[in-house]
């Protein structure tokens, strides 16, 4: 480049450079002062004692200056620093008020879902445990209500001392009146009492006279119905001997006992009877009967023979196709026999040829150039 580099000078640089010019003037006007005999007094150096004094003097200004200007600096510092901490307090109160008021205008506990968990002044909103007496919410097992613990308990109590005062008195009442009912009782008992006492006399006399004459009457009756229970039971058992006697007549007459094998014909058609008064088959009914049963043998003989020639025949033919299909099978066994055979000898020689051709390939391979292999292979493949 055209300019030099340029070098940058820092402060502790230059405190160095001040410094070491100072100890540098300083040793050479302390040599000065040394090595001037015309100013130089034995036993000290008075100007080298005054300068020291007036360097500490200034040094002791300088630190002065120094300590005034840091604590300056300090209460510049403590000023600002406290400004800030003002300003800094003032910004988080407006920031504490600003969300403050907003939490009082748009979230305010009233609309948070748990507030009903959390709110202070639930007692107060709560509804008591029964407003009255017909409250729907006093169910059995809420145990809010019992027999004489309602709200009206007092003017309940009054109505009740009231009523039992009007009770009281009407019973003293009813008393003095059951008591007068009693004694007109009373008096109307005797009085009816000694009437009662008149008439039963009066009918006793009469019930007896009214006896003796039942008991005429009733002996009176008594002898005509034994009469008359006499006569009755000679006509019942003269007429239950008739009776007996048609009875036995009838039964010596009549079907049941000569078996007339007429009566018991149906009117519903020859070929019914009523069970009650049959007496049996005749020998023709029998006779058919049992030629029927014969013919119905014969018949089942017969059936049963064609039923045994027919299972002869199907067993005959299950034997032949069962033997047409055991030979049905072998000749399939002996193709496929052939087939395996004809099949592992051609397997057979081409395995042969195959080893042969390989044998044939490794010893070209041996013994010639590939090249030549390649040109004797494509020439045997062409």
């Known amino acids: 480049s055209r300019f030099p580099a340029m070098e940058i000078a820092q402060p502790r640089d230059l ?29 000290g150096d008075t100007d080298a004692w005054d300068a020291q004094v007036h360097d500490q003097k ?21 000023k600002i620093t406290c400004i800030l901490e003002g300003r800094e307090r003032r910004d988080r109160k407006s920031l504490c008020k600003a969300i403050n008021d907003f939490q009082q205008t748009f979230q305010k506990p009233e609309t948070r879902r748990e507030f009903d968990l959390s709110d202070p002044l639930a007692l107060r909103k709560d509804l008591p445990a029964r407003q009255s007496d017909n409250d729907i919410r006093n169910t059995v097992s809420g145990m809010q209500k019992f027999m004489g613990e309602d709200l009206n308990f007092h003017e309940r109590k009054k109505f009740q001392e009231e009523q039992n005062r009007e009770w009281s008195l009407q019973q003293q ?47 009176e009756f008594n002898r005509n119905q034994a009469t008359e229970s006499v006569e009755r039971k000679t006509r019942e058992k003269k007429q239950e001997q008739e009776d007996d006697l048609a009875e036995i007549s009838n039964l010596l007459r009549g079907d049941l006992l000569s078996e007339n094998p007429q009566q018991a014909a149906s009117s519903f058609g020859p070929h019914r009877v009523v069970p009650d008064r049959w007496k049996g088959m005749t ?15 014969q018949e089942k003989l017969r059936l049963r023979e064609e039923e045994w020639q027919r299972d002869r025949d199907w067993d005959r033919q299950r034997v032949q196709r069962a033997r047409s299909t055991l030979l049905l099978e072998r000749q399939q066994k002996r193709q ?3 087939l395996r055979r004809a ?18 390939m490794e010893e070209v391979c041996t013994n010639q150039p590939t090249e030549d292999y390649f040109t004797q292979f494509n020439t045997g493949s062409r």
């Open 15 to 43: 405190e160095r450079y001040l410094s070491l010019a100072k100890r540098t003037h300083g040793e050479l006007c302390r040599q000065k002062r040394i090595f001037n005999a015309r100013n130089r007094i034995i036993g």
């Open 58 to 78: 200034i040094k002791e200004a300088t630190e002065k200056a120094r300590h005034e200007t840091f604590a300056a600096e300090m209460r510049q510092n403590d």
């Open 173 to 219: 009442r009813e008393r003095e009146s059951a008591r007068a009912h009693q004694r007109c009782a009373e008096d109307l008992y005797f009085k009816t009492r000694l009437q009662f006492d008149e008439t039963a006399k009066h009918l006793q006399s009469l019930e007896s006279a009214t006896r003796k004459a039942v008991c005429a009457a009733v002996k």
């Open 283 to 297: 020998r023709e009914q029998l006779e058919q009967i049992r030629l029927v049963q014969k013919q119905q043998i």
């Open 336 to 338: 496929q026999r052939d």
């Open 343 to 360: 099949l592992d000898c051609a397997n057979l020689s081409l395995a042969k040829e195959q080893r042969s051709q390989k044998k044939y």
